[in-house]
């Protein structure tokens, strides 16, 4: 159930981040060029005024292989004299859902040729305490404030997720609040969403009506026909962004040229596009999804990877066994994460939003056939 209050969703995201900057002596921005992040940046400039603080503190992990017209963007907002930019691009790694025989990109690796060049004024060295992106943001206040009180505002909202709203409603992060996180349990660093209620229509709104800047490839996409919803200015061999390198070769040929030198398995998306995701009709030579499903596990998957895969399929094989419409799905969910080199099982999150939990059963269809 949802309980509506009496004020509009940008009245209560200025109560929401002004509650923030009352109640820590650390307020950071989790900047990544997108228009959720734009309007977090935008909403908390306009309170750290307010609050008469001179510069905010806005961090971006930099994951290199991103478009250039975002990181144009980006070094615009770093170089903002209210903006304490900290600009990371360190060594981290990443899955490169392009390739299954080179499945990681390693960001900035020493001794590689990048992308692009690093910023003059960028953070190089990898203090964080883990090469992966996705523990990045939670091991930055540690690694930069220590033991300080810090709350980073983030643009996680709800409306992308059921189980989002649900995370976001549901327990306790600070002093009632539920519209975020605790990062370390031993240590006051909190990760908070201000527009966890808002629409994209609200969040479009708001950039409108303020007049604020935001990425030009928004404006791009749309022109090609990109709905709105699915817009992605993030990294470009992330497991839900390789569609958009369709549109990389003609948007940004440099871009194109240079992540194709970085990246095995890149042009190979881009020459069969809609066929490097599972197909809408069962190929003929199979005669259910499973056995498909287990083609590709035996045959496309690297070696190393497979019994990976092979595990996490047998736990959510005997999980939803007993909802027919759930497993419908869920091997369809599955081949998409081998096509696209899904290990951690992104693909998974909306499935799950969908259908739930369900308790285990017997009689699990087609079982996995290794061979």
């Known amino acids: ?71 144009d963007y980006i070094r615009d ?61 939670s091991r930055f206040p540690k690694a930069y404030f220590r033991a300080e ?22 327990a306790n992060t600070y002093q009632g609040e539920t519209w975020g996180k ?4 031993k ?10 209620d808002w629409s994209y229509t609200d969040v479009w709104h708001a950039i409108e009506s303020h007049r604020w800047a935001y990425c030009a490839l928004y404006d791009q996409m749309y022109q090609y026909g990109v709905p709105l919803r699915s817009m992605r200015v993030s990294n470009l061999h992330h497991e839900t962004a390789t569609e958009f390198l369709t549109y990389l070769q003609e948007l940004e040929p440099q871009t194109w040229n240079a992540v194709t ?16 995701y599972c197909p809408k009709e069962l190929p003929w030579m199979f005669s259910d999804w499973w056995e498909y499903r287990d083609h590709i596990l035996n045959t496309i998957v690297a070696p190393e990877s497979r019994e990976h895969y092979r595990k996490q399929f047998q736990t959510y094989d005997a999980n939803y066994s007993r909802h027919q419409p759930a497993m419908d799905r869920l091997v369809k969910v599955q081949i998409s994460m081998m096509l696209v080199n899904d290990l951690e099982g992104t693909k998974l999150t909306p499935f799950r939003s969908v259908y739930g ?15």
């Open 261 to 276: 030198r970085r990246l095995a398995g890149v042009n190979t998306v881009n020459q069969m596009q809609s066929s490097w």
């Open 1 to 71: 159930m949802r309980i509506y209050l009496n004020e509009n969703v940008l009245e209560a995201a200025y109560r929401r981040i002004r509650w923030v900057f009352d109640k820590f002596q650390n307020v950071i921005v989790a900047f990544s060029g997108g228009k959720d992040s734009t309007v977090i940046l935008n909403l908390a400039l306009d309170v750290a005024r307010e609050k008469k603080i001179d510069r905010l503190p806005v961090v971006f992990i930099d994951q290199e292989a991103e478009w250039q017209t975002a990181i």
């Open 149 to 170: 009180p810090v709350a980073i505002l983030g643009g996680v909202r709800a409306e992308e997720s059921p189980a989002r709203l649900r995370a976001l409603t549901v």
């Open 187 to 196: 240590l006051p660093h909190y990760t908070f969403y201000p527009i966890y």
């Open 357 to 371: 939990s369900y308790s285990r059963g017997a009689g699990v269809r087609g079982g996995i056939r290794a061979v």
């Open 182 to 185: 605790r990062l370390d349990p």
């Open 77 to 137: 907002v770093m170089s903002n004299p209210r903006v304490n930019p900290y600009w990371l691009q360190i060594p981290i790694k990443l899955f490169n859902s392009t390739s299954q025989t080179d499945p990681w990109l390693h960001c900035w690796e020493p001794g590689a040729e990048w992308i692009r060049p690093q910023e003059p004024n960028s953070y190089t060295e990898n203090v964080l305490g883990t090469d992966r992106f996705s523990r990045a943001f």
